[in-house]
């Protein structure tokens, strides 16, 4: 496979690339701001499981472009510069004007870390594209994100201001209703969107909630997802939500293959603007280098691992003749 296999296959891959961002989910929440306009007055903004960083570049470069317009329109006036945080388990590369916090959205902890770099104030937007490594296992990648996703909710009903926007990930499924009936109750507007961006493929979409308004006396660890009779839930609990496709149909469909020279444009390889940081298969990769190497040590092996390179040469080979 050539290193511009990708390129052919990924138009938003190849875009990303050319445009700077770190990842082609840019793409998504670029479609999903020229649909509902959920960054429009936005100066302080929180982005939940933000590694490698393309949503919070989004965030970045559109805010602040929206406070330099403000500026030039205003000009007597005094306006807030934009305050944007990303938060993440994993390492992220920095962005400038990005404060980074490498903390876990479950912890209290971490909601009043935001809520003291915002000076003791909410957040007008949180948005969340974090998903889990998928096992193939379809109802178990399923679970596993809507309770990611609740966890989001969680730290976003302590650091959303009322009226705030909450967008976030979410995996299509016939029991998505409750998803949908829970965070009913805490926002006026919940949309179900899929931007162009998205592949047709994939069950992924995203939800769009808008006009916050947090019940009284309401405890945000009361979420609760051990309904299983969801064929009787009723009223409220039926709730399904409008589904929304965003993104202009001129733009690139995700599902096609282009040629690399592209609307009129000869194509020059770009390389990925920022590496993974101290990446899951990176021992993998050191292993399998050591092997085209020629180099062959059973006592030799990669500091971290217990596997020695006869060990993973012989697993290695075993894998190609299956």
């Known amino acids: 496979m050539g290193k511009t296999s990708k390129d052919k296959r990924d138009i938003y891959y190849r875009k990303a690339k050319e445009e700077g961002w770190r990842a082609r989910s840019a793409f998504k929440l670029l479609q999903i701001d020229d649909k509902f306009n959920i960054l429009h007055g936005v100066t302080k903004a929180v982005d939940l499981c933000a590694a490698p960083g393309s949503w919070s570049q989004v965030l970045t470069r559109r805010l602040n472009e929206n406070y330099e317009k403000l500026k030039e329109a205003k000009s007597d006036c005094t306006l807030i510069a934009p305050k944007i945080i990303a938060v993440d388990l994993q390492a992220m590369a920095p962005i400038e004007g990005v404060i980074q916090i490498q903390g876990d959205i479950t912890n209290i902890n971490t909601a009043e870390q935001i809520i003291a770099y915002f000076d003791n104030e909410q957040a007008d937007l949180v948005v969340c594209d974090g998903a889990p490594d998928v096992t193939g296992l379809h109802d178990m990648d399923i679970y596993i994100q809507s309770q990611l996703l609740l966890s989001a909710l969680r730290i976003t009903l302590r650091i959303l201001k009322p009226k705030g926007t909450f967008v976030a990930k979410i995996f299509r499924a016939k029991d998505v209703t409750l998803l949908y009936s829970q965070l009913k109750i805490f926002f006026t507007s ?29 405890n945000p660890d009361s979420l609760d997802t051990s309904i299983s009779e969801f064929s009787k839930l009723k009223g409220v609990n039926g709730y399904i939500a409008p589904f929304v496709i965003c993104g202009d149909l001129s733009q690139p469909d995700s599902d096609t293959s282009y040629p ?42 990669l500091q971290g691992s217990s596997m020695t390179i006869d060990d993973f040469k012989s697993q290695y080979k075993t894998k190609k003749r299956s």
């Open 260 to 301: 690399l020279d592209f609307e009129g444009q000869k194509f020059e390889y770009c390389k990925p603007t920022q590496s993974p940081i101290n990446p899951a298969y990176e021992e993998a990769i050191s292993l399998l280098s050591v092997i085209n190497l020629g180099k062959d040590s059973a006592s030799c092996t």
């Open 190 to 218: 919940v949309i179900c969107a899929k931007p162009l961006s998205s592949r047709n493929s994939s069950f992924e979409a995203f939800v769009v909630c808008r006009d916050f308004n947090l019940p009284e006396d309401f």
